[in-house]
Each structure stands twice: as structure tokens, then as C-alpha cells.
């Protein structure tokens, strides 16, 4: 069974920055693109920023753009997410998510296979 272990959420002011790391674990796996998206109350679950197995090719949304960035480790089947001048609305739910068998950058969460439990990241101003 995969599993995606997300870590590195938190309470931050304004301006401030986090880093949220993501393992995945169960079994080998094949070519795969890893996403973050995130979930504030109220709204839908929004992507923020995928990679593709390769690491060359990223998208992100446009509200995160020059702020944050995505780097991966095939070798130890990490994902991580630095974010930098973090903003109030930036305040989220955040989830790692894994699609199988990829070698895009899917930006929509329905194409995604597997999803991390989420973790809080909370700005303040």
C-alpha cells in the first residue's frame, strides 16, 4: 500500500517561510509526477505546484510564482515544497499527492493516485 507522509507545516508571520517535505513509501515505484495542493475551509482543493519524474519540468499556480519552489529525490522518494514571503492567503491544508506511471506535471487533483494525509500551514499578519 503507498503511503505519503507529508511534514514541515506550521504557524508563520507574513513574510516568513516554511519548507514541507513529502515521503512516499509502500512499494518500487515506476515514473511518477509528485503535486502539492492545498485546501483552505470553505474552498476547493486548488494545485499549487507539480514536477515531473525527471525534475526538469514544473508548473506552478500563478499565486505562488517567484515564492515558492519544488525539488524531488528519486532516490529517497521525497518531494519537497520551500515557500518563501508566505502570505496570509497561503493559509492551508496542504497535501502531497502522487500520480503513477507519469511523466508530466498533472495540475488537476482527479489525475493524481495517491494523497498524503495533509498538513496545517497557518500565516499570520
Known amino acids: 500500500q503507498v503511503q505519503l507522509v507529508e511534514s514541515g507545516g506550521g504557524l508563520v508571520q507574513a513574510g516568513g517561510s516554511l519548507r514541507l517535505s513529502c515521503a512516499a513509501s509502500?512499494?518500487?515505484?515506476?515514473?511518477?509526477?509528485m503535486g502539492w495542493f492545498r485546501q483552505a475551509p470553505g474552498k476547493e482543493r486548488e494545485f499549487v505546484v507539480g514536477?515531473?519524474?525527471?525534475?526538469?519540468?514544473?508548473a506552478y499556480a500563478d499565486s505562488v510564482k517567484g515564492r515558492f519552489t519544488i525539488s524531488r529525490d528519486n532516490y529517497k522518494n521525497t518531494v519537497d515544497l520551500q515557500m518563501n514571503s508566505l502570505k496570509p492567503e497561503d493559509t492551508a491544508v496542504y497535501y502531497c499527492?502522487?500520480?503513477?506511471?507519469?511523466?508530466?506535471?498533472?495540475?488537476?487533483?482527479?489525475?493524481?493516485?495517491?494523497w498524503g494525509q495533509g498538513t496545517q500551514v497557518t500565516v499570520s499578519s
Open positions: 509502500g512499494r518500487t515505484f515506476s515514473t511518477y509526477a
Open positions: 499527492a502522487l500520480d503513477d506511471y507519469e511523466l508530466g506535471v498533472p495540475t488537476r487533483p482527479k489525475e493524481y493516485d495517491y
Open positions: 514536477i515531473s519524474w525527471s525534475g526538469s519540468n514544473t
